[in-house]
């Protein structure tokens, strides 16, 4: 099923938020170790609920569920993404895509494009390296910049956009360092050059190039069943698009019509094997999409017009009994079911 929609703005009130522990500016460095997502205390009494990604990859470290934990802040929103990530030869190599600016666009997040810039040789992986930390200099300098800034998240990412290709330079720079430092082969250093040819022409190569390989990676996920997911429908394409001019390639778990209500059910599945309820982080994973789902306008498949209706499956292999839940799961469930009638969505727990 090929669906396509469009979002004019996002409407959604998020109750499952972690409550964030508060640094001082100073203790950035610490701040970044030590939690996924964090309220910063900036000079001038300002603050900024500030998350960061390990992998510029959507789909590695739940990045949506420390973004999501930030929704709630009433402080400026902003993410910390690495332009790209390498874990040398025998590692996995990712870049930033242009459909994660514009979906932070969406959510009124500022991104900081960042890059690693200090890294230790895996023990176990001597041809890979791990616990890569970010040059926490040119974090701190956006954020500074962030705290004077005066505009939209849109045009502040607009504007990180056109100097993408100048950090990654400086991430391919401090690669080469890693590279010599702990005697690790990294990845091609031609084809990130290629990439960084890319990034600096200008904003729509990137856009382009970021496009043609989301699309790729739709095709493949339509058709690949993941382990963490139990699901019984038939997958679907979600291509949207939104006044910003970006388009997101999505998919559903499984989506189902009905003909006489003129309305797709789009799911999102969550699955796990050994507990009554899937983890929190695939939950708030989970719930990033709904933000979406729930926002939806112009749904079609074809030429024929549907409403959309987000719904959100929790399955477990031992069954879901909710007299059984701890007293911390069985709050954050209620809380949840608060969650899905405040924003319009559906809940399947099985």
């Known amino acids: 099923m090929e669906i396509s929609a469009a979002i004019k703005g996002i409407s959604y009130t998020p109750l499952l938020c972690t409550s964030l522990p508060e640094y001082p500016a100073s203790d950035l460095a610490e701040a970044l170790a030590s ?19 390990v992998s510029p990859k959507r789909t590695r470290s739940y990045p949506y569920a420390r973004v999501y934990n930030t929704l709630a802040h009433s402080a400026r929103k902003a ?3 690495p332009v790209w990530k390498d874990e040398g030869r025998d590692g996995d190599r990712d870049y ?5 600016v514009s979906l932070m666009s969406l959510l009124n997040v500022y991104v900081i494009i960042a890059y690693y810039a200090e890294a230790d040789r895996s023990s176990r992986y001597p041809r890979k390296i791990t616990r890569q930390r970010f040059d926490v200099g040119h974090v701190r300098s956006r954020l500074n910049d962030l705290c004077s800034y005066q505009s939209s998240a849109l045009h502040w990412n607009m504007e990180r956009i056109d100097e993408i290709g100048e950090v990654a330079e400086r991430a391919l720079a401090a690669y080469s360092d890693i590279a010599k430092r702990l005697k690790v082969v990294m990845h091609s250093k031609d084809a990130a050059m290629a990439r960084i040819n890319t990034l600096r022409k200008d904003r729509n190569e990137f856009m ?9 990676a739709q095709e493949r996920e339509a058709v690949t069943v993941q382990p963490k997911e139990l699901v019984h429908g038939a997958k679907a394409t ?3 698009r939104n006044y910003l001019g970006g388009l997101y390639y999505f998919t559903a778990d499984e989506a189902s019509v009905r003909p006489d209500e003129r309305t797709i059910r789009l799911v999102e599945a969550k699955h796990t094997r ?15 999409k709904m933000v ?9 498949i074809g030429s ?16 879901f009994n909710y007299l059984l839940l701890s007293d911390r799961i069985r709050e954050n469930y209620d809380l949840l079911l608060n969650e899905k009638d405040l924003n319009g969505f559906e809940i399947e727990v099985l």
Do not use: C
């Open 274 to 288: 050994s507990a009554p309820l899937p983890a929190m982080h695939d939950i708030k994973d989970g719930l990033l």
């Open 96 to 100: 930033m895509q242009w459909d994660t």
């Open 79 to 81: 993410t910390v993404i």
């Open 292 to 300: 979406l789902f729930t926002n939806l306008s112009d749904v079609r």
């Open 304 to 319: 024929e017009k549907y409403e959309a209706k987000g719904v959100l499956k929790l399955t477990s292999a031992i069954g």
């Open 238 to 240: 979600i291509t949207i």
């Open 35 to 53: 939690s996924s997502a964090f309220l910063l205390k900036m000079p001038g009494d300002k603050s900024i609920a500030v998350s960061w990604w």
């Open 208 to 216: 382009e190039l970021s496009r043609r390989l989301a699309q790729k």
